[in-house]
């Protein structure tokens, strides 16, 4: 398994921004979502909601864009039992685990386990079932679409240091690592049926494994699993237990339901069964997230095509994107940090595209050479889905933005803020130049990706998920220009989209509102 310092993961961190880039206004959840008591740390216009009680958030295409790292605002949440009490997480450090299957059977506080060596990861969490909404023989469960995945940095110990700590395996012949949840089980009903307990094979667990009490550099949110959950990273998602109350090296896989009948891949119709093959690593995948998710139109001319990729414990190699429903394909352009296998890469593609509906795919190919198929493998609950041709995305394109837009929100991917934001924007814009103020619409509308994706700047009410903030970086008219003409590190360059009297307007509106 890949890691990485303390240093270099914050630095990727830093780059991949603190917030996520919020749906566009006219995606925004609707009235009766936004009503939900939503999760500490969420943002209700980032999901769809499936289901409340447990929780099931899916994250909009618009809100994961293309960022390197997914923000707790805007990380899915998928739990099979309702949140536990607030109150576990008052003291954390006080959490105890109970370690078994070891030399000296004991139990570590976290407070404990903070003592131990301390490692960070960058990993994707992915719900089994994501893509399931594309199957079509309408399997049963949330039907999720592409957002049940995100990738964040975790930090923790690694399972062998606790083993170890506890005079390593009792015996050679124990096979798998076992991880127990401490979610309340309800009464009346056969524990077996609904604790959330999982396996994964010794091997994976002593190499791969941690016990993990940070999220993004922040104490793990109670929604996600804290005070401390199991990483198992290129695993799905259910393999990774919240709550940890105990871990055990065991001769046997649990006997919970979860385990032996649940998340098995097998046929249509067929009950699962333990010969069936349990829902572990994750197969290459790969979707654009933008421009023009979530039924945002997107302004003809140049723009650049955007999405994430990912495969299980290995990396990626490339990434292709074909306009022909897979006829031809063109290479994208792998950006940003590469945080190790485990974690997803951004990709873009820059393309001249012309008005009317247009629908786009993309393909990964990992570096072992597996490549992402056309068409997923048909199954009974609709698990594993890494189909390219199911994963498109449509956009639409037109001469002209709705005035609306253009008024109050942004174009194709950037990010506006809630109304209250785009308030105050607005109102501190007001002493903006005539030339400034030219350039702040094509900051917001014109140019794709819009420069929200990347970039935060409080006046346009944007929290862009990968380049500088421009607030803190205060940037030159000359800089501006310099960037946006010729383009720097990841950020393309807009000479073919923009005319030197649009550059300069965007660089003056940059440097005016941001005091630069």
């Keep these: 398994m890949s890691s990485f310092s303390r240093r270099s993961l914050l630095k990727a961190f830093a780059i991949g921004g603190a917030t996520a880039a ?3 206004l006219a995606r925004f959840a609707s009235a009766q979502a936004m009503e939900r008591a939503m999760p500490t740390g969420k943002l209700a216009s980032n999901f769809h909601i499936h289901n409340d009680m447990p929780w099931a958030l899916e994250a909009r295409r618009s809100a994961l864009g293309l960022a390197p790292i997914t923000p707790q605002s805007a990380f899915f949440v998928r739990n099979n039992l309702p949140t536990p009490d607030e109150s576990i997480i008052a003291n954390p450090d006080a959490w105890s685990i109970e370690v078994a299957g070891v030399a000296n059977t004991g139990r570590i506080t976290l407070a404990e386990l ?18 399931r909404a594309y199957f079509p023989h309408e399997p ?41 949840g401490s979610e309340e089980l309800p009464d009346g009903v056969d ?3 609904v604790v959330v307990e999982r396996s994964v094979p010794k091997a994976k667990g002593l190499q791969d494994c941690m016990l993990v ?32 109350k105990r871990i055990a090296l065991t001769e046997e896989e649990s006997g919970a339901s979860i385990q032996v009948s649940s998340y098995r891949f097998r046929d249509i119709g067929e009950a699962g069964r333990p010969e069936h093959p349990s829902m572990y690593r994750m197969p290459v995948k790969s979707w654009l997230n933008g421009p023009g998710a979530d039924d945002m139109p997107v302004l003809k001319g140049q723009a ?23 006829q031809n394909w063109q290479e994208a352009e792998l950006i940003g940090p590469d945080l190790g296998p485990n974690a997803w890469r951004s990709f873009i593609l820059p393309m001249e595209l012309s008005a009317g509906r247009h629908r786009f795919v993309s393909r990964a190919t990992d570096i072992s050479g597996d490549t992402q198929p056309r068409d997923a493998i048909p199954n009974h609950r609709g698990y594993g889905h890494n189909g390219w041709y199911d994963h498109g995305l449509e956009i639409n394109v037109v001469d002209q933005l709705p005035a609306s837009m253009t008024a109050n929100a942004t174009a194709a991917g950037s990010t ?3 109304a209250a934001a785009a308030g105050t924007a607005a109102s501190s814009s007001s002493s903006l130049s005539a030339e400034a103020t030219a350039g702040r619409d094509i900051f917001l509308t014109q140019v794709q990706p819009g420069c929200g994706v990347c970039h935060t700047l409080a006046d346009a009410g944007t929290a862009g998920a990968i380049g500088p903030n421009l607030d803190t970086l205060k940037p030159s008219v000359d800089q501006v220009m310099r960037a946006v003409r010729q383009g720097v590190g990841a950020m393309p360059a807009f000479g073919a989209q923009l005319s030197e009297t649009e550059m300069r307007a965007l660089s003056v509106y940059v440097a005016e509102a941001t005091s630069g």
């Design 114 to 131: 903070k003592t131990l060596p301390v490692r960070m990861e960058a990993a994707v969490l992915q719900c089994s079932g994501n893509g």
């Design 304 to 326: 650049t095509l955007y999405g994430v990729a990912f495969s299980g414990e290995r990396g990626i190699d490339k990434v292709e994107v074909s306009v022909d429903e897979g």
């Design 213 to 244: 009490w940070e999220m993004n550099g922040a104490p793990l949110p109670l929604v996600h699993g804290g005070p401390v959950r199991m990483l198992v990273p290129g695993y799905f998602g259910v393999n990774n237990v919240k709550w940890v």
């Design 191 to 193: 524990p077996s049926q």
């Design 140 to 180: 049963s469960g949330s039907q999720w679409a592409t957002g049940a995945a995100g990738c964040a940095i975790w930090t923790g110990v690694r399972v062998s240091d606790v083993i170890e700590h506890f005079g390593g395996a009792a015996a050679d012949e124990l096979a798998f690592l076992t991880a127990t």
């Design 416 to 418: 506006p803020t809630a």
């Design 22 to 24: 919020v749906s566009p």
